[in-house]
Structure formats: structure tokens, C-alpha cells
């Protein structure tokens, strides 16, 4: 289980916050720079903000520039719903790829993508229905009395398991339309733009925001249930509320780079030994740990077998995969 926050435990927590954000400005220099033809940073700085109208600049201002921001929204998106489903359930093994959050989103966008792909534009409030509905759905099969977290895990894996046969169904009832929604389910940045900024900029701006001034409750909650209601605080209110948060964030991320694994489950884990686990830092130091990751790891997608591209998708499942037993393992001791 997640313990309880250690408020002042770590001495220094605002030179990891300098560090963290560094990390993240040192990814996107490094997204930017690199690629089939290098830039250096010299250059990028003239680029960007001296004005200079050089050979690369269209490469630089139209599509790593903005493909760079795109994955660090995505990556700080997916961390923050990790983080918080974390904390609502105060389990470990909590995602929102794995407990069905992301998997509600992917269906209703592989419904848009297949059967409605005129209207592209639908997909992100289409995700996020989808998020909130399988949200929704898990609590109403977790609820017996009130809400244990255990129940929240178990009726999340078993939500995203239907909704994954439920994307299976479409793909095979609809074979030849399937090209768009492949990509989407591996979870890409390949082609994104400035549209996919502007689209997932102010849901991450209000999931953040929101995030962040629920950050104080979920210290109280992780105290355990008992002392939270001796302290006043509404459980399922909380619960529910920060919830649909996260669903808010993960189908954001989703709708714009699709079905991305294990993101919101590393990036929190990463944070918490670093730092503690005081919600006031831990969700903002999660953020910007999810961009820096999320960057880096579409740069290492990118140049691994250059020039072929991988989705990123693949490297964060690949590295995510033994993440995930590994804390399976302990939490097993």
C-alpha cells in the first residue's frame, strides 16, 4: 500500500523540484536537437528566438518543436492520473492504463476513428467520455457500503479487460479500416503538430490545476480511512472527484497519442523515492518527471533504428513491463 506522507521528511525537495524541471527543459532541447538531420542548440536558440529564417527552420518550429510539447503534456498527463489513482487507491500497482481509465478512453476513440472518422475533431471529448464512463462503471462495481481500494483494482482490471475485447470486436468486425486505429492503439507522437497542442493544452491546464488543490485531501486520505473521517474529510467525494481528474488527464493523453502503457505507473514511484510522498509536491515533481520520461523515451523511439520510427508506445511498454513485476514482487513479500 502507499504510505503516508512524509511532509518535511526530505531535506531539499526544492533543489529535486530544480533538478526535475531541468530534467524536463534538458528533454526537450534533446527531442528538438535530435533526429535524421542533428541541430544544434546554437542553432535552435536563433531558431526560436533571434528569428533567424535558416535551412531547418521549418523542421524546427513545425514539427519537432511542437511534437516535443505534444509528448510532454501526453507524458506529464498520463504521470499526474498515475499519481492520483494511486493515491485514491492507495495501491501501488494503480494506472490508468491498467485498471481500465485508458482502456474506456481507446474504445471510444477506436469507435470515432473507425466508425465515425469525419468527425476526428469529436475525439478527445469522445475519450473522455469513455474514461469517465469506465470510471463510473468501476465504482459502481467496487461499491458495496462505501468503496475499498482493493475492490477499485479488481473491478478495474476486470472493466479493462471487457473494454480490450470490446476494441478487439471492432478491429475484426472492421478490418479494413483499421490502419488509423492501429497506430492509435500501439500509441505514437509520430505527425503531431500544433492542432494536437492546442487539443490537449487546456485539459491539461485544468487536470493540472484541479490536481493540484485536491493535493492537500489526498494527504489526509492516505492516513487511511478511518483517521480521514475523524478528520472530516468527505472519502468518496474525494475519491470520485479525483477520480474523474484522472480520467480528465489519462484521455486527454489518450486521444492524442493513444493507448500509451505503464507511464502513470513508473513516473509516481520515481518521484515518491526521490522526494517523499507529500501530495503538494509529489503531483507537480510527477509532472514534470512524466514530460521529461515521456520526451526522452520518444527520442530513444525515434533513433533506435533509425530511419525507421517506433512508436513510443513500444519503448515505454518495454521498459514498463518489468517495472510493473518488479513492484508486483514486492508488494507480493
Known sequence: MIGNPARGSVPGYGLAMAALTAAA????????????????????????????????????????????????????????????????????????????????????????????????????????????????????????????PVRLILAGVAVSSFLGSGISALLIFFSDRVDGALAFLVGGLSAKSWPE?????????????????GSSHLNVLALGDANARGLGLPIEAVRFLMTAVAALLAASAVSVAGLLGFVGLIVPH????????????????????????????????????????????IVTGALGAPFFLYLLRREAK
Request: net charge neutral; aromatic share 8%; hydrophobic share 60%.
Open 270 to 313: 520515481m518521484v515518491r523515492l526521490l522526494i517523499g510522498g507529500d501530495y503538494r509536491v509529489l503531483l507537480p515533481a510527477s509532472a514534470l518527471t512524466g514530460a521529461a520520461v515521456m520526451m526522452f523515451c520518444d527520442t530513444l523511439a525515434r533513433m533506435m533504428f533509425a530511419p525507421v520510427e517506433l512508436p513510443v508506445g
Open 25 to 148: 527543459l534538458l528533454g526537450v532541447a534533446f527531442g528538438i536537437c535530435t533526429g535524421a538531420v542533428r541541430i544544434s542548440l546554437p542553432e535552435i536558440w536563433m531558431y526560436l528566438f533571434q528569428g533567424y529564417d535558416g535551412p531547418m527552420r521549418e523542421v524546427v518550429w513545425n514539427i519537432r518543436l511542437p511534437r516535443t510539447l505534444v509528448g510532454a503534456l501526453v507524458g506529464a498527463n498520463l504521470a499526474l492520473s498515475g499519481a492520483l489513482l494511486q493515491a485514491v487507491m492507495r495501491n501501488p500497482l494503480a494506472d490508468p492504463h491498467l485498471i481500465g481509465v485508458s482502456s474506456g478512453a481507446g474504445l471510444f476513440g477506436v469507435i470515432v476513428l473507425i466508425l465515425f472518422p469525419q468527425m476526428w475533431l469529436m475525439l478527445t471529448p469522445a475519450a473522455f467520455l469513455g474514461a469517465c464512463g469506465a470510471a463510473l462503471l468501476i465504482y459502481a462495481l467496487a461499491w458495496r457500503d462505501g468503496v475499498q
Open 197 to 213: 497542442l492546442v487539443t490537449i493544452l487546456p485539459y491539461s491546464v485544468a487536470g493540472m490545476l484541479a490536481a493540484l488543490c
